[in-house]
């Protein structure tokens, strides 16, 4: 089998080194040459919305995937006409709009904060009366790890943080007062016609400067909030007729969920799976694409994953921890970036 990955870094990385073993092949959709995933596959080497690369791409694959949501919805449907793509275009057009998954978690029964389009001058006014003096103000598309995106705080100005972030469409959201922050992660597919659903452990995050630094598995309440995300997480890949990871982020306050966004695709705070569970999330997203049975989520052992941010350490001294696991992406240092993680098994 021959899968194609719109993407071709870290995850792209990781999802080909879970689908070797199981006999697959890997070709990645990828401007850059030198990403992380091309030591595991061939890379067409253009841009996503390229239809002369899109066509080579499409060639002679089973089916296709993507590695991230800023994928354009174009690319997607344009592959959709000659081979199947999964998750569809529908996840991907919801997550890549805030007000849009917004709108979508209420009529799925989700919690979420109260909200405002920003879209002219002439809606900060109106936002500021539904969302009120303190709250973040957010690009309503291609927005990850902290970017695009201020905190405002009373006596901050509105219209300031707008015009920082460009005057692009945004949304203005309550800011939340939580005790955590927490993400399920679940894998849907269909065999023989019948969909098959299962749910990892409930993580608990850490971010610093709105990248996530650390994630914990299980949290440290246990499964008190645990069944509530999974019926929510159920609920929208059921809408979606999701087919892959799909991860949902809540703030968790109480026994109450708040979903902040979703991502229907492997996730960085499902890293520890690779270790920590029966069956990692990048061979389950494998397995759910292809129409193959799901494989175990059951946790292993307790884990904490800590992302590499900037800087590498030095691998002698990672590698001499008990029960340590270092992944690193093959990606130069620079300040913010992800270089990789390291995943302690308890």
Known sequence: MKVGIVGGGQLGRMLALAGIPLGMRFRFLEPSMSCPAAALGEVIGTPYDDPEGLVRFAQNLSVATYEFENV??????????????????KSLQIAQDRIQEKHFFKECGLGVQAFHAVGSSADLPRALEAVGPVGVLKTRRLGYDGKGQRVIRNGDSLESAWIALGKVPCIYEAFVEFEREVSIIGVR??????????????CQNEHVSGILHQTVVPTPEGDRLTALAREQAHAVMERLDHVGVLTIEFFAHGDTLTANEMAPRVHNSGHWTIEGAQTSQFENHLRAIAGLPLGSTALRAPCVMTNIVGTLPTTATVLSQPNAHLHLYGKAPRAGRKLGHITLVG
């Open 72 to 89: 354009p919805t174009a690319t997607v449907e344009f592959l959709q006409q000659s081979l199947g793509v999964h998750p569809g275009a």
């Open 189 to 202: 597919t269909r065999v023989g016609g019948k969909p098959q659903v299962a749910f990892y452990e409930l």
